[in-house]
């Protein structure tokens, strides 16, 4: 008798335990400054990652990527963090800034030129490089085993794995051109030189969409422009398996930076591709954010540097335009973090508590994985963090 109901309790415990709802994982990102030597001590990272602990349980920390040269900040947090159970991911770019520190090649244009930069007059300029030339992947793959393998870190969380997008014009999207890019492209079946004299002769019209819907996004009305934006996803996305193979292969869990599916196209990410060697992405439905990868921001760069190409709705970006970004991300077989910006500025990032509070409710009522509260936890207001707090459902 008595073993029966101990088998019905344990059998009670079972179900109700597997009742509880999912306990969605937050990840913090810490933004120490792009390959320059950081001014935040390890105290102020620990203590501030502390307090998001306390209102929400931290699962991974994404820090990066300062050249620290002792490699003390990541050891110390390191440290820290695993002794609370979390985990610490090195946040690296891929295919742009790594010019700053490796000899690479850049991405080139259909037409041989390397697009502008990113706000060329700033320090933060960066250029994209090609994502086909094996020298710039070996080089990621090259400094992570050289100065950060023996840092303690459990991952590598990849940004910019991606080529340009319509920042600074549509340059940037028809790429990259460089004859490694083009051979690429051929075995896709894609002839580079029809798709110039396409676009030569459309102009803008060669972007014209017939229809868009969230689960298949823009339908192009040119084969050829579709052609070309599929071959180039697939050309881009493969070499990025390719180094989270790699990276894998190392034992080390990988997360991915990515666009908003309904931009991810242009700038070369195939979710499909990405999620099958991913453990976890990281879809930037930044609303709020009118600087790159921005969704209203990145898709009016599109509708002003094409303004003679038709079908482009306008797109409002209200908590429903969230919705339908978190269901096009639902089917795909990977972590699912989608990243929602606490950062605040008046003129590029102006969120409040409430936007806060309405974008994780989204999030949760998703049932993912979990969130990336982005993008540097250590410039968030306080108000931000507290906004976690009283959000339902928590
Ligand atoms: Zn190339």
Redesign the pocket.
């Known amino acids: 008798m008595k073993k029966i109901a101990l088998f019905l309790f344990v059998l009670l415990a079972l179900v109700s335990c597997q009742k509880q709802p999912k306990q969605s994982g937050c990840v913090v990102q810490v933004a120490l400054g792009h390959w320059v030597p950081t001014h935040y001590t390890a105290e102020q990272i620990i203590g501030r990652i502390d307090t998001v602990n306390q209102i929400m349980p931290v699962e991974k920390v994404i820090i990066g990527w300062t050249l620290d040269v002792d490699k003390k900040i990541y050891r110390q947090v390191g440290e820290y963090l695993h002794s609370k159970g979390i985990r610490m991911l090195l946040w690296l770019p891929l295919f742009a800034e790594t010019e700053q520190v490796f000899d690479n090649s850049p991405?080139v244009d259909l037409w041989g030129r390397t697009p502008a930069n990113y706000d060329s007059a700033a320090s933060n300029a960066f250029r994209f490089n090609?994502?086909?030339?094996p020298k710039n992947i070996a080089n990621l793959l090259d400094i992570y085993d050289r100065v950060f393998s023996d840092c303690g870190f459990d991952g590598v969380f990849l940004d910019r794995v991606r080529t340009q997008s319509f920042v600074c014009g549509v340059s940037g999207v028809l790429g990259?051109g460089?004859p490694?890019?083009v051979e690429r492209f051929a075995a896709e079946g894609v002839d580079i030189q029809k798709v110039k004299s396409e676009f030569e002769s459309q102009g803008d019209a060669f972007f014209s969409v017939s229809a868009y819907s969230p689960a298949d996004g823009f339908v192009f009305e040119n084969p050829l422009a579709a052609a070309f934006f599929k071959a180039k996803s697939h050309i881009v996305s493969s070499s990025v398996a390719a180094i989270c193979d790699s990276l894998r292969s190392r034992n080390l869990e990988v997360g991915l930076d990515l666009y908003a599916p309904f931009m991810a196209p242009f700038v070369g990410q195939d979710y499909s591709i990405l999620t099958a060697h991913a453990d976890f992405i990281k879809p930037m439905l930044y609303r709020k954010t009118f600087a790159p990868a921005g969704m209203g921001y990145e898709y009016e760069l599109l509708r002003k540097s094409l303004p003679g190409a038709t079908g482009y709705p306008a797109l409002e970006m209200d908590v429903d335009f969230l919705n339908s970004q978190l269901d096009a991300m639902a089917r795909y077989d990977c972590g699912k973090y989608p990243g929602i910006e606490l950062n605040y500025d008046k003129e590029l990032v102006p969120t409040s508590p409430e936007y806060v509070a309405e974008s994780l409710k989204a999030v949760k009522d998703h049932g993912f994985e979990g969130i990336v509260l982005s993008w540097n936890i250590l410039e968030v207001p306080l108000s931000h963090l507290e906004a976690l707090r009283s959000s339902p459902n928590q």
């Open positions: 991405a090609c994502p086909s030339d990259c460089c490694l890019c």
